[in-house]
């Protein structure tokens, strides 16, 4: 649970901002849900979870595309 806390640490600053069930949807093929439980290192029966380094590394090119995809737009205006 350690692990997923830094996780969420590290995205304190945009937490608010992105559209957290697309990304899980989008980039996962998981719920909303799915991806609340791994930010939070707890599933939906209690159970500690974390981030596998699979997952780990989806989220970061999730967070990398859209952050490429936020620049082209703002480019555009």
Do not use: C, P
């Not at 599933?43 to 979870?49: R, V």
């Amino acid at each position: 649970m350690k692990e997923n806390k830094k996780i969420k640490n590290i995205l304190q600053d945009i937490i608010l901002s992105v559209a957290w069930d697309e990304i899980s949807k989008h980039y996962f093929g998981k719920s909303n849900s799915w991806l609340y439980h791994k930010l939070n290192g707890i599933d939906e029966n209690k159970n500690i979870t974390e981030f596998s380094e699979k997952e780990k590394e989806q989220l970061k090119e999730a967070l990398m595309d859209l952050s490429s995809r936020i620049r082209t737009a703002a480019e555009r205006i």
